[in-house]
């Protein structure tokens, strides 16, 4: 075996570290449709992946003791198991999800398992070439602590512009499945790199497993992928459910959850509990007059939507993905015409037009545990108050579970830090044990004039507001910490038990 440039050593391993971090970025995107995103996910991914890293070190450092070009050899192998494994990760995922969701019921081990079985083999061979790598950089160069400083600093520069790319530029632009495909043939070409340095290469099976692994990736780009679009933030599908072809109803599904309905021929109908209750509750305060409203996310725009059709008064929406109010507009007839709206994250829309006052700001942050905290803490809390026109009114929907009910009296408490009433709407019916619940907080300056109103959702149901005295036995008994930017554990109080 000749001696290695150092410069290719270098750059063989920025190419590697930076398609390792490509993968870990479209792991947390890849998970979202079938198990949501929010910090279990993340903390699930970054843990597998580390795991595998570390693995792959392990081993790879065993296979750095021995002579340099069988070194070699046995790395190109494993990065032609790294092409193999990251082509085939989307498959493994579709085809073991629904089983293993099934048989893991806990939400947190069902994540960490599902990544595992996806993400964690092309991790692992992944993390073979870095020490032998370095090992052979340090053994043919003078300047032994040099090269084994550029090498780390190859892995890290290599990690950084892996995480940028996969975020700013390949999943937006090319998606997840096309994504990993890419970073497959990096695989191989970063193996048949290692096989030729080893010198003596066997060419048929070398070219062989290379076809396959390249086969292999491309057939991976073909899979079909569980999204309509994919976009900074989410993976989007819309799905007819209408009944009738001819009168069309669509729901919008982001990552694994249903976000909103809406119906072509009924504008101003709700089909969930809680935008029957936001959309009531706001139009019972306000009366018949007309009045301005501030959306925070705009989802189908079912609500913007309806009040448009009412002609209710100006409306902004603050939706930070600017694909989801073009699905919207597209599949769920919002005209963005009848609206302002703001591609940005909504506390920051209020925060930088201190100008602006509304008669009505609605607060739609719950998705399912992934809630952003700066949208349910008692400064942002502040700043709608301060938004608020005299006589305003702030609605949010709240996602909690029967026997539980942390998330409830945290967000009660803190939103009565703020505001002189809060009151807490739902379903007037005793729940199923175990029951996910959906509320609608309203708070005001001053009470409402109703306690109880009967909404299509679509069909007729009855919502009420929630007994003072059962809401100050709820603060009392779980003695709630007041959500703050500093300290909002809302994954904690709304995850799994």
Known sequence: MTKTPLSLLILLQGVVSAA???????????????????????TAVIAVVLAGFSAGHWWGG??????????????????????????????????????????????????????????????????VPAPVFAQIAVSSSDRAGRALGAMFASGAIGAIAGTLLAGFVFISWLGSALTLTIVAVCYVVSALICLAMA?????????????????VAG???????????????FCIRTEDIAANPDRPVNLMVLDHLAHGISARDLPRVMFTDYTAMLDGIARIRMGDRPFSAFFVGGGTFSIPRA?????????????????????????????????????????????????ARYDVIVGDAFT????????????????????????????????????????????????????????????????????????????????????SLELPAPDPTRYSVLADSFIRSLVAAKSPVILTDDYAPIDRLLGPG
């Open 199 to 215: 010198g003596r290469p066997h060419r048929g099976v070398t070219a062989g497993l290379a076809s396959i692994a390249l086969l």
């Open 219 to 233: 057939f991976g780009a073909t899979l079909s992928s569980p999204c309509d679009r994919e976009s900074r933030y």
């Open 62 to 127: 065993r296979i750095a003791e021995r002579p340099a070009d069988h070194a070699l050899r046995l790395t190109g192998w494993a990065l032609m198991a790294a092409a193999l494994t990251t082509a085939i990760a989307g498959f493994l995922l579709r085809e073991s999800a629904g089983p293993l969701l099934e048989v893991v019921t806990h939400p947190v081990w069902a994540i960490t398992v599902l990544c595992a079985v996806a993400f964690f083999p092309p991790s692992f061979f992944a993390g």
């Open 368 to 451: 399912d545990i992934a809630v952003p905290p700066h949208l349910v803490t008692q400064e942002f809390f502040q700043l709608v108050r301060d938004r608020l026109n005299p006589g305003g009114l702030f609605l949010m929907n709240v996602i909690d579970f029967e026997h539980r009910m942390d998330t409830l009296a945290a967000l009660y408490a803190t939103m009565d830090s703020v505001f002189p009433h809060v009151e807490v709407w739902t379903e007037q019916r005793r729940p199923a044990p175990g029951e996910r619940m959906v509320f609608v907080l309203a708070a005001s300056a001053t009470p409402g004039l109703v306690d």
């Open 307 to 355: 009040w448009a059709d009412r002609d209710i008064g100006p409306l902004t929406v603050a939706e930070i993905d600017p694909v989801v109010t073009q699905i919207a507009a597209h599949d769920f007839w919002f005209d963005p015409t009848t609206a302002t709206v703001l591609h940005e994250d909504a506390r920051r829309a209020l925060l930088i037009r201190p100008e």
């Open 20 to 42: 390792s971090l490509v993968v870990e970025i479209v792991a947390g995107r890849m998970l979202a449709p079938y198990v949501g995103m929010s910090l279990y996910t993340w």
